[in-house]
Structure formats: C-alpha cells, structure tokens
C-alpha cells in the first residue's frame, strides 16, 4: 500500500512539475524577453543584488517570476507613443502572469515592491 502511495506522489510530482515547464518552454512564438534594470537614488554605491527577475510578453501576457520575493508589488506599463499607462498589482511569491493585451508600441514598464525596490525596462516592437 505504501508502495502504491510513493508511486502516486512521485506520479504527480512530476505531473506538476512538466507543467510548470510547458508554461516557460520554448514552444511560443513571438516571445519578447524584457530585461529589468534597478533603480535607486542613493549616493553611495551598493553592492550587487541577488535579486534575478525573469520577465517576457507571450501573447498578450506578462509573466515575472522573482528568484528573491518581496511582497507584493505594482506593475505600471506607460505608452511612450502617448503616455497612456496602466498599473497592475501582484505578488512576488510566486510566478505572476498578467493579461495586459496587445502592446503594439515601445513601453516602459515600472515594478515597484513592496520592500522599496524600483526596477524599470522597456517592452520593444
């Protein structure tokens, strides 16, 4: 019986973990990886941050996964065609997929966490 039990854990474990492979693979088109930058204003220099965040646009969709969490945190993607911006809030424990729609133009997107950290990038044609 316990047998049976391992075998079923381990069945869904990697159930589970295939999944969570499938929604980062290479199988998209049209992949569009943002590179994000942090930014901060203080005069004396800081030592390098751990923080790793990957962040991509898959059609229509925002995905931010954080290797360090921080909390929760918003998301502003501005326009630079016309200013227009809208602002997302998720968290950052686990990995976020935000519908943002179809970005046609250049954009800036802001992530601000809830420990103070800023991280900027751009979204490109």
Request: proline share 2%.
């Amino acid at each position: 019986m316990t047998k049976h039990l391992i075998l079923l854990t381990a069945i869904l474990l990697i159930s589970m973990m295939s999944n969570n492979f499938s929604l980062y693979g290479k199988g998209y088109g049209n992949k569009r990886d943002i590179e994000l930058q942090e930014r901060h204003n203080r005069q004396r220099p800081r030592c390098p941050s751990r923080q790793r965040i990957e962040c991509f646009y898959i059609d229509g969709n925002i995905y931010i996964v954080f290797d360090v969490p921080e909390g929760n945190a918003s998301l502003s993607i501005t326009d630079l065609i016309d200013n227009s911006t809208y602002n997302y809030n998720f968290s950052t424990t686990s990995s976020s997929i935000i519908y943002v729609g179809d970005i046609s133009h250049t954009s800036q997107l802001r992530i601000e966490t809830d420990y103070g950290n800023v991280y900027e990038g751009y979204l490109t044609e």
